[in-house]
């Protein structure tokens, strides 16, 4: 991997990755939006930003040069996985700028018959980039680093049919993770606290992502609107 690669990696030890997304329904969905979001997680300390779909990741890339995780959600007829799940997905994120490209790294079925192995292969070989496995269990995390992800992260546990019984953030896998894998385990789901965040990192995360509890305003204010209601109901 070439040094710079290693920088990038190196340059998320201890920090705050933001994920800066927004629903499609939402006036933040815009690519000026989201980018005005990431711009202002970046200047106050965040070492990098997690971006979804190409035109995002191109507008975030034009303003900044924090690393950014890119990542393209497609849902694909009769498949669970949805988080980059084609090198054709990988190649329009590595394009619009994306340092680390996310992927579905978990056990389950793929779309037209690519690995999980062949992905990063491509990934690595073609485009050049890093590869950050969202995954949702220790077996698909080891899994992952056998593949040649460069990162792991917690980032599927509670959203899967094998985990879905279970509550993010998965500071149990995180702690599996970073006791039996050799590559970056970053810790990243139902952060929802600056306190929550610190027991991530000293549990031996890597980084820690963040999203909704940040970024979230449509379910935020969503969340508080229901409490609301309930109180003057009862």
Same mark, same amino acid.
């Given at each position: ?6 920088? $990038?990696? #190196?340059?998320?030890? !201890? ?5 800066? !997304? ?5 006036? %933040?969905?815009?690519? $000026? ?8 997680? +970046? ?5 990098? $930003?997690?971006? *979804?779909? &190409?035109?995002? $990741? ?11 995780? /890119? %990542?393209w959600k497609q849902q694909l007829a009769g498949y669970k996985v949805y988080i980059t799940p084609q090198f054709d997905h990988a190649a329009a994120?590595? #394009?619009? /700028?994306?340092?680390?490209?996310? +992927? *579905? ?5 793929? &779309? ?15 485009? @050049?980039?890093?590869?950050?496995? *969202? ?13 040649g992800a460069d990162i792991v992260a917690t980032t599927l546990y509670g959203y899967t049919a094998h985990t879905n019984h279970l509550a993010p &953030? @998965? ?11 050799? +590559? &970056? ?18 549990? @031996? ?10 970024? @979230? ?8 609107? #229901?409490?609301?209601?309930?109180s003057l109901t009862n």
């Amino acid at each position: 991997m070439p040094t710079s690669k290693h920088s $990038v990696i #190196q340059s998320l030890h !201890q920090g705050l990755i933001v994920s800066c !997304q927004a629903p499609i329904d939402s006036p %933040l969905h815009e690519p $000026v939006a989201i980018t005005a979001i990431a711009q202002a997680a +970046i200047n106050q300390g965040a070492v990098g $930003v997690r971006i *979804d779909t &190409p035109d995002h $990741v191109k507008a975030v890339r034009q303003r900044s040069i924090a690393p950014i995780v /890119g %990542l393209w959600k497609q849902q694909l007829a009769g498949y669970k996985v949805y988080i980059t799940p084609q090198f054709d997905h990988a190649a329009a994120i590595a #394009q619009a /700028g994306a340092d680390i490209i996310a +992927i *579905d790294a978990t056990l389950r079925n793929r &779309p037209g018959g690519e690995t999980v192995t062949t992905l990063i292969e491509r990934i690595h070989g073609e485009l @050049g980039k890093l590869v950050m496995a *969202d995954v949702d269990t220790i077996e698909a995390a080891i899994a992952a680093e056998v593949a040649g992800a460069d990162i792991v992260a917690t980032t599927l546990y509670g959203y899967t049919a094998h985990t879905n019984h279970l509550a993010p &953030p @998965g500071f149990d896998l995180l702690t599996q993770m970073v006791r039996r894998l050799h +590559i &970056p385990a970053i810790c990243e789901g139902g952060i929802s606290s600056p306190q929550m965040a610190r027991q991530a990192l000293d549990l @031996g995360a890597y980084a820690v992502v963040v999203g909704t509890a940040i970024t @979230g305003i449509d379910y935020q204010v969503k969340t508080y609107q #229901q409490a609301i209601r309930t109180s003057l109901t009862n």
